[in-house]
């Protein structure tokens, strides 16, 4: 049996990295370290293991998530990431539903209590923060990156973008873009 370990703020493959390097200096043995998780070979560590883990981790800005209700909505934010990234379409109620073993309603209404914003909006701010990274290094057109992240119509993108960001696509492109 293998004994996991949830993390908060670990989003990316770097912060696997990090973490990794965390567990060998501190002779750790782990199974394999993955975003919000860590799995360790044994079934438990010693106290010293776990508060060397625990303040290492803080140094670079990780929290071992003790509460089984953040870890959840851990779990849910690095799920909704992963779904971004990887452009694969978001069926929410049903995907988190089955991802948690929980009702939807039960999962939602936890996650705004704790995140403070809705599951549909932290979706969205997702959404808006990986469009401005296409913008910004991408030659990717409007249809494109609209299609890309899930919108049903480029249009819709658009109007969401400007909403959250205060400029248009095609605005923030020319302000910011790097592949000028």
Known sequence: MHQSIAV???VCPRCIMVV???LNDGEIAYDRVVL???ILNQDQITDEQYHYLEQALEKVGFEILDDLKQRLIEEIKVFLRQKIESHEPI?????IAKLTG???SYVSSLF????????????IDLRIEKAKELLKYDDLNLNAIADLLGYSH???FSRQFKQQTGSTPTEFRQRYSLKR
């Open 102 to 104: 929980y009702d939807y």
């Open 112 to 123: 705004s209590q704790s995140v403070g914003t809705t599951i549909e909006q932290y979706i």
């Open 91 to 95: 069926k929410v109620t049903e995907q």
């Open 36 to 38: 919000g998780k860590i």
């Open 20 to 22: 990794e390097q965390i």
């Open 8 to 10: 908060k703020n670990m």
């Open 154 to 156: 480029p249009s819709h």
